[in-house]
């Protein structure tokens, strides 16, 4: 388990390395890689543990040297975000029940579900922007709109808004910034960063949770 986190830890940190070297070995078939990952980030509720936010500012970074079509990247990326969104939806309106009955499963935890539920219900429809930038709640929060049976035309609306926030503005700020000397001589620590400032919201949800249990003792 150890070694599967520092393996992914090392990967995160050289995010930019080894997107250059699946350029060098597939070409324009990275267009296809980078699609099927936003896409299953987004649109599989197992798999919440893949990169979103450091993956679309690298590609951008990546753009910037000539290596992708930033504006093709963009487009494609956002249909992967909200196409992804969309399955994720329509699977937890139709089975997302039935899937998360075992409290204690190992791919379908529960708890997960309920803090993004509640996440949801306490923001309304502007949590479907805001998860966009949150890791975890991002897969589980369209999961959580389609088991509350939100709105679908309302649902799509929020969702394609965030979409365009999420994937837009990252890759761009990758393209415009992802190259400053002293962004690029220090990439990793912007990649953890990006990371750290993305998991800040959950982070802060946490502790407020567990100050209000303390008073409450």
Not at 15 to 21: A, E, K, S, T
Not at 51 to 61: E, N
Not at 160 to 168: A, D, K
Request: with cysteine.
């Amino acid at each position: 388990m150890m070694s599967f986190i520092a393996t992914c830890f090392q990967f995160i940190a050289h995010l930019d390395v080894h997107l250059q070297q699946l350029v060098v070995n597939y070409g324009t078939w990275i267009y296809l890689i980078l699609f099927l990952i936003i896409f299953c980030e987004t649109g599989l509720v197992v798999a919440p543990f893949l990169p979103g936010d450091s993956l679309l500012f690298a590609a951008g970074s990546l753009a910037a040297i000539g290596s992708l079509n930033v504006h093709w990247l963009v487009l494609l990326l956002l249909i992967a975000a909200i196409g992804g969104d969309n399955t994720n939806y329509a699977v937890g309106r139709f089975i997302g029940l039935k899937l998360f009955k075992n409290p204690d499963s190992r791919w379908f935890k529960r708890a997960y579900l309920e803090k993004a539920h509640q996440f949801y219900e306490k923001h309304g429809p502007k949590a479907i922007i805001m998860a966009r930038f949150m890791p975890i709640l991002r897969t589980l929060m369209p999961f959580s709109a389609g088991v509350a049976h939100m709105t679908y035309r309302r649902y799509l609306g929020f969702d394609i808004l965030g979409g365009v926030l999420w994937v837009g503005g990252i890759v761009y700020a990758g393209y415009f910034f992802g190259n400053i000397p002293i962004v690029k001589q220090n990439f990793s620590l912007f990649i953890f960063a990006i990371i750290g400032v993305s998991l800040l919201p959950a982070a802060w949800g946490i502790m407020a949770g567990y100050m209000r249990r303390k008073r409450a003792v």
